[in-house]
């Protein structure tokens, strides 16, 4: 599946790689020239050119076919169809594979994730990817216990929890989930606290209930300048997970 010719002006490089991946899979064994390319994203050559490098770098098959009428190709024997992962799924599995950062495995890890993303559908693997922005990491990797209510941050939505504070003083809050930051062994759920009208810090272990409710949140952004943690070492999570070169 591609992209409409008029949405294509408005697509970002990470979807531009997924966009290039479907549109030489549709056509497969067939080539397309870079210059097609080009004026089907509405980029330059050269752009199409990078973007063909970094999709070959990441493992995916695409290769060059020489010739007046040669161009790219993709290897359809080694590529997935389109598959249903939610994004829920996708960002899970980008968590569980920072656990392999430092272990010899993490190139491989890596490449993985990224065959898995490119075979997604595209709405689902830019919904993906818009999860795991709101998703930080302070330190070399995710924090081994896995935060229980990573499947419910519907984010738009707002959820009822039970919060214990310091002293075990339980109080029951409705909150918009905005993102997780995920510090050394400990999840942090920020939210925009409904009780207190402006962004809040829960610490993971300290919620008892979570239920979540048909209201609807208004857009807020990922308040990253206003949460009190270091910049230095904290990263989005990605779903394009780094390689070593």
Known sequence: MSYPRSNVRDVNRTD??????????????????ARWLAER??????????????????????????GRTG???????HTLPPVNLT??????????????????FRQAAASGLRKLVAAMRADDAAAAQALAERIHL???SAPATMPPVVGALPV?????????????????????????????????LIAWCRLRASVR?????????VVPTRQAAPPRTFPEAELD?????????????????
């Open 41 to 66: 994203f509405e980029v330059s050559v050269r752009t199409v050119e990078r973007d063909i490098a970094a999709l070959q770098q990441s493992g995916t098959p695409v290769y060059a076919e020489p």
């Open 71 to 77: 161009g790219y190709c993709l290897d359809r024997a």
């Open 87 to 104: 994004p829920q799924e996708a960002v899970a599995m980008a968590l569980a594979l920072r656990r392999l950062d430092g272990t010899p």
């Open 229 to 245: 943690i270091p910049a230095a070492g904290r990263e989005a999570l990605s779903l394009f997970a780094r390689t070593a070169g």
């Open 16 to 33: 531009r790689l997924y966009a290039l991946v479907e549109e030489l899979r549709a056509v497969a064994p067939r080539p397309r020239s």
């Open 138 to 140: 302070v330190g070399a």
């Open 156 to 188: 738009g939505r707002v959820l009822r929890i039970g919060y214990a504070d310091r002293s075990g003083a339980t109080t029951t809050r409705d909150v918009e989930p905005l993102g997780y930051v995920g510090v050394r062994e400990q999840w942090y």
């Open 201 to 209: 810090i829960f610490r993971i272990d300290r919620i008892s209930t």
